[in-house]
């Protein structure tokens, strides 16, 4: 049974790990269901470069590509003898003639006066007939009614008439508008022979309307059509078997031409003869060995990562939104790709953890962004570049200047990267305003500045993931923070104590890389239990000792209790975990050794419980922690040493270091030896600047008393 209990024990501990393992696995597939169903191309290439691999031939016919800059030509020539087409509505003309004909016999049935009158009453049927031969002349000529888009144009602007299926070119100076029809009616009808011919100029212009009207449909139809017949997208083919290139040739601007045809006829004929199933399995593959790389990486060097789902969650977040953001631009073309801001991921993770992290986790990005991306190893280049600027330039949110500055420096790298593959691909700076290349520096600068959303993002993170960043742990350094400016009034002494233990353990982090601004707030904040009952604690007695009046238990007790309500102080006034957890770990699990001793003095032959003598822990796990456990211990037996020698100082902190190992304080920390070693030099360089201990000198070259 015992066998079975510890089993059981054992596999529960495990289950955060498996659960994490199992989200690797997760992302993994949701990732590779994102890559393209066709074969990667093999080969790199870039105009101006040298042809590195073996003489390529062809295995296939396929057909050499225009250019675009050859296509955007012919479709310009196109559009330039293109015409619009305007439909000729052939039975408005019959209709039109019957509204004239019954408007000019109701007019004539009107009484008039007018001796002109009964010319027309005599020979109405030769007026109609005047009338409508005019109607069928203006007609045949044509009225059009212009679409917008060609009111301005010139009076040589041609348009096709499509009559019956048939189409005419016509110029537009051989047609009327409404504008243009009215005064030859008026030329033809003062020689229609007739006395009183103006009598029918009312009549014909209620009638007349364009019977030439725009159709988009039909244009838009035709100008495929002619796009397809007319527009040839190849030219040449390149045989079965035929050399593209050789071996060490230079890729010249023709045969780049050719590389990207057979880079786009390969894609499409070996996709076809090529299970799409081992495509797929190729990428979960290559999605697998990165994935668990990173895994490798974090639980090696951040072990406290991965066995938190939050923090391994978060991580994996930048993974899986990337990988979308770069699936949906190349699916939608809506947007470059390297407007897309991958520095964000190594700008926020530094925040809150470290720079390795940052950069190994951005690098992990930006590899699987490269197996979505049709860019090429150019996309992939620039983007490490930046990623590791980044995190050179020391992107830090707390100052804002600082952070402005170092944007700009990201903003000087992508320019400057992307110009130099330019040259490299292009061969001349006059050629580099044609094609993309200008597009691209405009998106680089706009991914830029998309990157200064990882300012705002930081808090929303922080309070999301619940992190603490930076900018939080300015805030909590001010002094007129509640908890602060409490500690200054109802326990000054620990205050002064506080302030010291801060400096010392911001220089020993400062030393050997860790965070010296989370341990040195966290120094301020490690004492405030104190402030329950600041005169059980020397720092802030003035003669009289509590514990005069208290037996030993009772005063243990007093003294232990400093880290329980530290805690309490903390929950209540929402200070972050990450500051909670120091308070806890600042003593561990160590006994107060000078009350216990006491009671195993007073108490020889009892059987002393040390519960009540020790701290509730638990033992630091972080650096930082274990940091600030030595730096508080040390700097309170400094102060006992009543003449402080640079001897003194050394044996006491080497005292405390040696003890601290010896009660197995430091079994759970990340803090190495090697690094302890470190922050004992720093603890007692300036613990002897503290106490102004002077350099002890050889006695050959003692300095003289008046020195």
């Given at each position: 049974?015992?066998?079975?209990?510890?089993?059981?024990t054992?596999l529960?501990?495990?289950?955060?790990?498996?659960?994490?393992?199992?989200?690797?696995?997760?992302?993994?597939?949701?990732?590779?269901?994102?890559?393209?169903?066709?074969?990667?191309?093999?080969?790199?290439?870039?105009?101006?470069?040298?042809?590195?691999?073996?003489?390529l031939?062809s295995?296939?016919?396929?057909?050499?590509?225009?250019?675009?800059?050859?296509?955007?030509?012919?479709?310009?020539?196109?559009?330039?003898?293109?015409?619009?087409?305007?439909?000729?509505?052939?039975?408005?003309?019959?209709?039109?003639?019957?509204?004239?004909?019954?408007?000019?016999?109701?007019?004539?049935?009107?009484?008039?006066?007018?001796?002109?009158?009964?010319?027309?009453?005599?020979?109405?049927?030769?007026?109609?007939?005047?009338?409508?031969s005019?109607?069928?002349?203006?007609?045949?000529?044509?009225?059009?009614?212009?679409?917008?888009k060609?009111?301005?144009?010139?009076?040589?602007?041609?348009i096709?008439?499509?009559?019956?299926?048939?189409?005419?070119?016509?110029?537009?100076?051989?047609?009327?508008?409404?504008?243009?029809?009215?005064?030859?009616?008026?030329?033809?009808?003062?020689?229609?022979?007739?006395?009183?011919?103006?009598?029918?100029?009312d009549?014909?212009?209620?009638?007349?309307?364009p019977?030439?009207?725009?159709?988009?449909?039909?244009?838009?139809?035709?100008?495929?059509?002619?796009?397809?017949?007319?527009?040839?997208?190849?030219?040449?083919?390149?045989?079965?078997?035929q050399v593209?290139?050789?071996?060490q040739?230079?890729?010249?601007?023709?045969?780049?031409?050719?590389?990207?045809?057979?880079?786009?006829?390969?894609?499409?004929?070996?996709?076809?003869?090529?299970?799409?199933?081992?495509?797929?399995?190729?990428?979960?593959?290559?999605?697998?060995?990165?994935?668990?790389?990173?895994?490798?990486?974090?639980?090696?060097?951040?072990?406290?990562?991965?066995?938190?789902?939050?923090?391994w969650?978060?991580?994996?977040?930048?993974?899986?939104?990337?990988?979308?953001?770069?699936?949906?631009?190349?699916?939608?073309?809506?947007?470059?790709?390297?407007?897309?801001?991958?520095?964000?991921?190594?700008?926020?993770?530094?925040?809150?953890?470290?720079?390795?992290?940052?950069?190994?986790?951005?690098?992990?990005?930006?590899?699987?962004?490269?197996?979505?991306?049709?860019?090429?190893?150019?996309?992939?280049?620039?983007?490490?570049?930046?990623?590791i600027v980044?995190?050179?330039?020391?992107?830090?949110?707390?100052?804002?200047?600082?952070?402005?500055?170092?944007?700009?420096?990201?903003?000087?790298?992508?320019?400057?990267?992307?110009?130099?593959?330019?040259?490299?691909?292009?061969?001349?700076?006059?050629?580099?305003?044609?094609?993309?290349?200008?597009?691209?520096?405009?998106?680089?600068?706009?991914?830029?500045?998309?990157?200064?959303?990882s300012?705002?993002?930081?808090?929303?993170?922080?309070?999301?993931?619940?992190?603490?960043?930076?900018?939080?742990?300015?805030?909590?350094?001010?002094?007129?923070?509640?908890?602060?400016?409490?500690?200054?009034?109802n326990?000054?002494?620990?205050?002064?104590?506080?302030?010291?233990?801060?400096n010392?353990?911001?220089?020993?982090?400062?030393?050997?890389?860790?965070?010296?601004?989370?341990?040195?707030?966290?120094?301020?904040?490690?004492?405030?239990?104190?402030?329950?009952?600041?005169?059980?604690?020397?720092?802030?007695?003035n003669?009289?000792?509590?514990?005069?009046?208290?037996?030993?238990?009772?005063?243990?007790?007093?003294?232990i209790?400093?880290?329980?309500?530290?805690?309490?102080?903390?929950?209540?006034?929402?200070?972050?975990?990450?500051?909670?957890?120091?308070?806890?770990?600042?003593h561990?699990?160590?006994?107060?050794?000078?009350f216990?001793?006491?009671?195993?003095?007073?108490?020889?032959?009892?059987?002393?419980?040390?519960?009540?003598?020790?701290?509730?822990?638990?033992?630091?796990?972080?650096?930082?922690?274990?940091?600030?456990?030595?730096?508080?211990?040390?700097?309170?037996?400094?102060?006992?040493?009543?003449?402080?020698?640079?001897?003194?100082?050394?044996?006491?902190?080497?005292?405390?270091?040696?003890?601290?190992?010896?009660?197995?304080?430091?079994?759970?920390?990340?803090?190495?030896?090697?690094e302890?070693?470190?922050?004992k030099?720093?603890?007692?360089?300036?613990?002897?600047?503290?106490?102004?201990?002077?350099?002890?000198?050889?006695?050959?070259?003692?300095?003289?008393?008046?020195?």
């Open positions: 049974m015992p066998v079975m209990k510890s089993f059981f054992k529960l501990a495990k289950i955060p790990e498996f659960t994490n393992y199992l989200l690797a696995a997760l992302v993994v597939l949701l990732i590779s269901s994102l890559f393209p169903n066709n074969v990667k191309f093999k080969y790199n290439f870039a105009k101006g470069q040298t042809w590195t691999y073996a003489d031939r295995p296939f016919d396929f057909p050499i590509k225009k250019t675009d800059q050859e296509i955007e030509k012919e479709i310009a020539l196109l559009d330039k003898n293109f015409h619009p087409y305007y439909v000729y509505n052939s039975e408005l003309i019959s209709q039109k003639k019957n509204d004239f004909t019954q408007l000019v016999q109701s007019k004539i049935a009107m009484p008039y006066s007018d001796s002109l009158y009964k010319d027309i009453v005599e020979n109405e049927a030769a007026y109609l007939r005047f009338g409508l005019l109607i069928d002349s203006i007609y045949r000529k044509g009225i059009i009614k212009l679409d917008l060609h009111l301005e144009s010139e009076s040589d602007f041609v096709n008439v499509l009559e019956k299926n048939t189409s005419k070119k016509r110029p537009l100076s051989s047609l009327y508008t409404t504008r243009t029809v009215n005064q030859p009616i008026v030329d033809m009808l003062a020689d229609c022979g007739f006395k009183n011919c103006q009598f029918l100029l009549p014909i212009q209620k009638v007349l309307a019977n030439l009207i725009y159709s988009d449909s039909i244009t838009q139809q035709l100008y495929k059509q002619s796009l397809a017949n007319d527009i040839t997208y190849s030219r040449g083919m390149v045989k079965k078997d593209i290139i050789r071996r040739g230079i890729i010249t601007d023709e045969i780049h031409q050719e590389l990207t045809s057979f880079k786009e006829a390969y894609k499409t004929k070996v996709t076809q003869d090529k299970s799409a199933n081992w495509i797929f399995f190729g990428y979960f593959l290559l999605t697998s060995l990165i994935m668990g790389v990173f895994v490798a990486f974090v639980k090696g060097h951040n072990p406290t990562i991965f066995r938190s789902l939050r923090q969650i978060f991580l994996l977040m930048w993974l899986i939104l990337f990988s979308y953001a770069v699936y949906l631009a190349v699916k939608y073309e809506m947007i470059s790709l390297y407007v897309l801001p991958f520095c964000i991921v190594p700008i926020i993770i530094k925040n809150f953890y470290n720079a390795r992290l940052a950069l190994f986790t951005h690098i992990i990005v930006i590899l699987i962004a490269s197996f979505l991306s049709p860019l090429g190893y150019e996309f992939t280049f620039v983007q490490i570049l930046a990623g980044v995190v050179l330039a020391n992107v830090r949110t707390r100052y804002i200047s600082k952070f402005f500055i170092s944007i700009f420096y990201l903003f000087l790298v992508y320019q400057g990267a992307y110009l130099g593959l330019s040259l490299i691909e292009e061969g001349s700076i006059e050629r580099l305003s044609m094609g993309t290349h200008g597009f691209t520096h405009g998106w680089l600068a706009m991914n830029v500045f998309l990157t200064l959303i300012y705002p993002l930081i808090p929303l993170i922080e309070k999301v993931f619940g992190f603490t960043s930076e900018i939080t742990l300015v805030e909590l350094s001010d002094m007129d923070k509640p908890l602060l400016r409490e500690l200054s009034i326990a000054p002494g620990t205050l002064q104590h506080s302030l010291q233990v801060a010392l353990s911001e220089a020993a982090a400062k030393e050997i890389g860790a965070n010296s601004l989370l341990v040195k707030v966290a120094a301020l904040y490690h004492d405030i239990g104190k402030m329950i009952a600041p005169l059980n604690f020397i720092e802030n007695q003669g009289q000792n509590p514990h005069d009046e208290m037996d030993e238990t009772q005063s243990a007790k007093a003294i209790d400093h880290v329980t309500e530290g805690v309490k102080m903390a929950k209540k006034e929402g200070l972050p975990w990450v500051i909670i957890n120091f308070i806890k770990t600042h561990g699990t160590t006994r107060v050794e000078y216990y001793r006491n009671y195993q003095k007073n108490n020889p032959d009892e059987t002393i419980d040390e519960s009540l003598f020790r701290y509730p822990g638990p033992n630091p796990k972080t650096k930082e922690e274990s940091i600030l456990m030595v730096a508080d211990s040390v700097e309170a037996a400094s102060k006992s040493l009543r003449n402080p020698t640079e001897q003194s100082i050394n044996d006491i902190v080497d005292k405390i270091v040696n003890s601290k190992i010896e009660n197995k304080q430091f079994v759970d920390s990340e803090l190495s030896f090697e302890l070693e470190s922050c030099r720093v603890f007692k360089k300036l613990l002897k600047s503290i106490h102004h201990v002077r350099i002890e000198y050889p006695e050959e070259i003692k300095p003289s008393k008046t020195e």
